[in-house]
Nanobody, 115 residues
């Protein structure tokens, strides 16, 4: 069983920054991938960014150039640095890890971008 604890969400003005953290039980190095998804009201959950065990990363087009995903294996933590935030980035952000054939989700953290 993998447990994920997210933090770092909140209210920020347009153009501001936030850093989300997701601490995982177990060794982050053992995870095939760690990623961030988001779900806005009335919309489907979508991938924001993902980092693989190899260190390779993928980003949604909406996140490219503004968001950076990183991983600290020593702390079993994945981060999402979000810069130049826009109102359309408002959503609940979820951490997900892939371990073997299973996927595990965090409880979500709210990010609200508003003036």
């Amino acid at each position: 069983q993998v447990q994920l604890v997210e933090s770092g969400g909140g209210l920020v003005q347009p153009g501001g920054s936030l850093r989300l953290s997701c601490a995982a039980s177990g060794s982050a190095f053992s995870f095939n991938a760690m990623g961030w998804y988001r779900q806005a009201p009335g919309k489907e959950r979508e991938l924001v960014a993902i980092i693989f065990r190899s260190g390779n990363t993928n980003y949604a087009d909406s996140a490219k150039g503004r968001f950076t995903i990183s991983r600290d294996n020593a702390k079993n933590t994945v981060y999402l640095q979000m810069n130049s935030l826009k109102p359309e980035d408002t959503a609940v952000y979820y951490c997900q890890v892939a371990l073997g054939s299973g996927f595990y989700w965090g409880q979500g953290t709210q990010v609200t971008v508003s003036s």
